[in-house]
């Protein structure tokens, strides 16, 4: 085998790991940024579970944002397709998160996301949560 073949070679094994290792990715988990400040909780805190419930596949999310004080907590039902989620978020200024579309990412240490119209909250790492 020349050098330019076991370049080759390299190049589709290293992709084909790859594709393997994103295949094998967990949505499920808790992502948090949340944090207390000098006198305050701020953050966003996300927690993806599985069901089968009634013999129905579906992912949830648990989420809990915070600005100040922590907001109520909703369940909301989550897409997901391979490492991308959304889900939507009524209006309810309990909840202290903006209402609209979340759009996220997942990825081994974490999730990148946003809610529609803004760029909030950004990375949050897969982690223990706040309230542990």
Known sequence: MNARSALVALVLSAGCAAALAQDKLRV?????????????????????????????????????????????PLVAKLAVNKSNIQFVVPEDRETLCPSGTFTGTVFAKGLKGKFERMDWPGFLPRKKGYWQ
Do not use: H
Request: hydrophobic fraction near 40%; include cysteine; glycine fraction near 12%.
């Open 28 to 72: 499920t988990g808790l992502y948090s940024n949340m944090k207390f400040g000098t006198e305050d909780v701020t953050g966003v805190e996300i927690y993806v579970v599985y069901s089968l419930a009634q013999s129905r596949e579906a992912y949830w999310a648990i989420v809990q944002c915070a600005e100040g004080v922590p907001g109520k």
